[in-house]
């Protein structure tokens, strides 16, 4: 039997390099916090934990003190580093260049066009959006599919976005729509800033999937981005499994087979892609 690992699968660039930056800071201290899960995938959290990683929510935040603090990739809006004044904490800013620009990009229209509608497509609640949403003081309109575009006053100027990690076809799908449908004198602006490194990856895991017999896409549960590259692997093969590490393979699944693929999800370690493979060729 075949197994051959994705090699395009695993931690995109802003993941990298948060990751880097807590064992970094971790090198020479023995604790650091993070703001939310540094990435989505249990496994990988629990590596850094055991390094000294401690990962809080924004409840926990609001009490700290003269203390240093990861941000992740996702992002944060601008009251996160107002707190981190207020409370003397040190900001360890691991948020992704894409996501920075995009956030400086939605702040300046916000700034200069106070009388525009603001609109970004994403998914409600996801940390990055929360973070988009907060360069507006909350009120930007997130919209998560083109339902929802339908509902907006196209009677008001509108400005588009996009969350970095959202489809390229949706989006398209909501430009369309807006261009066709704004009423003059309102004017439609839109910026495409969807992370093409991201996005990429959707037509190239299809093609992985179809190369074998049984995929296998190790991603957390919590990852968006997980759960939509698992859905394509499985529309083009049935014979896909999610699962989170190597503890969930059974061994009915590689019966009378000739190759197995593992890819992930840009929040997937390569090491835990590798532990899976290891563990099919022991089965």
Same mark, same amino acid.
């Given at each position: 039997?075949k +197994?051959? *690992?994705?090699?395009?699968s @695993?931690?995109?660039f802003g993941?990298?390099?948060?990751? &880097?930056k807590a064992?970094?800071e971790l090198?020479?201290?023995e604790s ?7 990435v989505?995938?249990g ?5 850094l934990?055991e390094?000294?990683?401690?990962m809080?929510n924004?409840?926990a935040y609001e ?5 240093k603090?990861l941000?992740r990739a ?17 900001i ?6 894409v996501?920075l620009?995009?956030?400086r990009r939605?702040?300046k229209?916000?700034t ?5 509608? +603001?609109? *970004?497509y994403?998914?409600p @609640?996801?940390?990055?959006v929360?973070?988009?949403v907060? &360069?507006?003081?909350?009120t930007?309109?997130?919209v998560?599919?083109i339902?929802e ?14 969350q970095?990690?959202k489809?390229v076809?949706g989006f398209s799908a909501?430009?369309?729509?807006l261009t ?5 004198p309102?004017e439609?602006?839109?910026a495409d800033t969807i992370c093409r490194?991201?996005a990429g990856r959707?037509?190239d ?6 190369r074998?017999?049984?995929v ?14 698992y859905?394509a692997?499985r529309?083009v093969?049935?014979n ?5 590490d ?8 590689f019966d009378?087979?000739?190759?197995v693929g593992?890819?992930?999800?840009t929040?997937?370690?390569?090491w835990l892609?590798?532990?899976c ?7």
């Amino acid at each position: 039997m075949k +197994i051959e *690992i994705d090699e395009r699968s @695993g931690f995109c660039f802003g993941v990298t390099r948060a990751i &880097q930056k807590a064992e970094e800071e971790l090198s020479h201290s023995e604790s650091l916090f993070c703001l939310g899960d540094i990435v989505h995938n249990g496994r990988e959290c629990d590596r850094l934990r055991e390094m000294g990683l401690e990962m809080i929510n924004h409840s926990a935040y609001e009490k700290l003190h003269h203390t240093k603090v990861l941000l992740r990739a996702h992002g944060e809006p601008p009251a996160t580093y107002r707190k981190a004044e207020e409370q003397d904490i040190t900001i360890i800013d691991a948020t992704c260049p894409v996501v920075l620009n995009l956030q400086r990009r939605i702040k300046k229209v916000f700034t200069e066009h106070p009388d525009a509608q +603001i609109v *970004i497509y994403g998914k409600p @609640g996801h940390a990055e959006v929360l973070g988009l949403v907060g &360069q507006t003081d909350g009120t930007a309109i997130v919209v998560a599919n083109i339902d929802e575009v339908r509902q907006l006053n196209l009677q008001r100027t509108t400005y588009l976005f996009s969350q970095t990690t959202k489809s390229v076809t949706g989006f398209s799908a909501i430009v369309d729509y807006l261009t066709e449908h704004i009423l003059p004198p309102a004017e439609f602006h839109y910026a495409d800033t969807i992370c093409r490194r991201v996005a990429g990856r959707l037509p190239d895991i299809e093609n992985f999937a179809r190369r074998h017999d049984v995929v296998i896409f190790v991603a957390g549960k919590k990852s968006s981005n997980g759960r939509v590259l698992y859905e394509a692997c499985r529309n083009v093969n049935p014979n896909a499994y999610h699962i989170e590490d190597a503890d969930e393979l059974k061994k009915e699944w590689f019966d009378k087979v000739e190759t197995v693929g593992i890819c992930g999800a840009t929040s997937t370690p390569k090491w835990l892609m590798e532990r899976c493979a290891e563990r099919i060729a022991t089965l």
